[in-house]
């Protein structure tokens, strides 16, 4: 598999899901794994969560970055859109 673009330091890289799919093999708590990665508790947490197959509950990294990477590339709405009904 090609080497992706390196991303942002705010999102979770390849190299750093597939340290969490190699702790979490271990049974490790989230907490070991953010500590190992410096990252907050609930990075983790939702990272495996969003990314757990149902069929098997395991989390696969590569499968976890491809999401990711199609989630970037959706075009977002603006906050400030005027096609929210305006408060009075």
């Not at 500590?35 to 990075?43: N, V």
């Amino acid at each position: 598999m090609d080497k992706p673009n390196p991303l942002s330091s705010r999102y979770l890289s390849q190299d750093e899901r597939i340290i969490i799919a190699d702790i979490a093999k271990y049974n490790a708590s989230i907490r070991k794994i953010s500590q190992r990665l410096g990252r907050a508790p609930f990075s983790i947490s939702r990272e495996v969560r969003a990314n757990n197959k149902p069929d098997n509950r395991s989390y696969e990294p590569y499968r976890a970055h491809h999401i990711s990477h199609q989630r970037l590339k959706q075009p977002k709405t603006p906050k400030n859109s005027t096609t929210a009904p305006a408060k009075h």
